[in-house]
């Protein structure tokens, strides 16, 4: 399904932004609250491959270590506008239409401060692209709070991978306030409709994620996802500037492109294009 406008295409997004209930056998992760059974870790050194209806976890060296049933079937989504909302509460997004597909997106932000307050909230800051069908995900996760990943009241760094029942993740790496992230986006090969890209955050050992046999990613965003907050104060103070932000495409252009943006007013959180396009762009998300 190709959507018409980027409007038109949130209604095909990923799971993440309809709930299930938090119970027992499900945990947290970036597509909200997902069945246990379904996480995956990836070892050090491991990638994924799609290889007919399953996707293969490798290791290091190449041996496959599990195989589990991919998802198909994309989850309709809701708006996360409403105060105190959870899921995407604030982000801007990009939908490439052209001929050529996206061969890099990179996007450098400071990790913030930690919340004033820890009410067992979880923030998630990433730079992310997914496919047409709004199926999938790949995305450098910035951390702060519990998850299927683990995690705690420090923020930490890892590469996620969804697809509509399955997740996967490298170990998180902790970090700490005022470090500089580079998240990293990158197709490294492709053949007809089946596509292998990379997303890491650049400098950091672990954090390296390949996905091979995937469909092409079309939709480009940058965004603030939260879950469990109650109070502003569960937010870090002041905002988050994603900057150096530089799309590049496989033809060797540079798109000619704008921004779109969504807020959550109620609730204070607003995005800003700073500067706008596909070269060293800047998007503030403030708290």
């Known amino acids: 399904m190709r959507a018409s406008t980027a409007a038109t295409f949130l209604v095909g997004l990923l799971a993440h932004l309809v709930l299930a209930a938090p119970t027992a056998e499900m945990v947290l992760t970036p597509g909200g609250y997902r069945a246990k059974s379904n996480i995956h870790e990836i070892p050090a050194g491991g990638r994924l491959a799609h290889v007919g209806n399953m996707i293969q976890v490798l290791s290091a060296n190449g041996t496959v270590m599990k195989a589990v049933q991919r998802g198909d079937t994309a989850t309709r989504v809701k708006s996360a506008v409403a105060p105190l909302a959870t899921g995407w509460v604030a982000y801007a997004s990009w939908l490439n239409t052209g001929s050529s597909p996206i061969a ?29 069908s709004g199926n999938a995900i790949l995305q450098p996760v910035l951390q702060y709070g519990p998850s299927a990943a683990g995690g705690g009241s420090f923020w930490a760094v890892a590469s996620w991978y969804l697809d509509p029942s399955n997740t996967f993740f490298t170990t998180p790496v902790r970090t700490s306030p005022g470090a500089t992230l580079n998240g990293i986006i990158t197709l ?68 000619s492109m704008s921004w779109s943006t969504q807020s959550d007013a109620a609730d204070g959180l607003f995005t800003s294009v700073n500067t706008d396009g596909a070269t060293n762009a800047q998007i503030t998300i403030e708290y």
């Open 104 to 132: 890099s997106f990179t996007t450098s932000w400071k990790v913030p401060a930690v919340p004033r307050t820890n009410n067992g909230q979880t923030i998630f800051l990433f730079n992310s692209i997914e496919p047409n």
């Open 188 to 255: 490294t090969s492709s053949s007809g409709s089946s596509f292998t890209y990379n997303t890491q955050f650049t400098g950091i050992g672990g954090t390296s994620l390949s996905i091979a046999g995937a469909a092409q990613l079309t939709w480009a965003t940058e965004t603030l996802e939260s879950y469990g907050v109650t109070t502003a104060s569960d937010y870090p103070a002041g905002s988050t500037v994603f900057s150096g932000i530089n799309l590049k495409l496989a033809n060797g252009g540079t798109p």
